[in-house]
């Protein structure tokens, strides 16, 4: 269990790094008006969560350690907006139109009203 997690960890830290090297070297390249990086980010990360995941689970290539190792640890640090993808998908596969439009409007709209509520108490600090 201990290595399990050491393993998870360090795939976390990669996930960080990567973050942040691509998101800066997109940010570079395009314009700074929009945030490109964050963009790039989310969506490599959404394709390679859908990639694995099948490899996993479709496929068996994939085993349960390294598809946690992959999944939690190098993507959850990498990008949690693959997971979100993820689980929409998952609900939309399985017919559940109205929780996939509910998950989607309840974590960005919320999620954004929680985001300026959050700097308004800072400011009100």
């Given at each position: 269990m201990i290595q399990k997690l050491i393993l998870v960890a360090l795939a976390g830290a990669v996930g960080t790094l990567c973050r942040y090297g691509l998101g800066n070297?997109?940010?570079r390249w395009l314009s700074a008006g929009f945030p490109w990086g964050t963009v790039c980010v989310n969506l490599v990360g959404s394709f390679a969560f859908?990639?694995?995941?099948?490899?996993a689970v479709q496929r068996a290539v994939i085993g349960p350690e390294a598809r946690l190792i992959i999944l939690t640890g190098f993507m959850g640090a990498f990008?949690?907006?693959s997971t979100f993808m993820f689980e929409t998908g998952e609900l939309l596969?399985?017919?559940q139109w109205l929780?996939?439009?509910g998950n989607l409007a309840l974590q960005n709209i919320i999620g954004l009203l929680a985001v300026l509520a959050g700097m308004a108490l800072a400011r009100a600090l």
């Open positions: 070297l997109v940010h859908g990639l694995v995941w099948a490899l990008t949690t907006f596969r399985g017919g929780f996939a439009m």
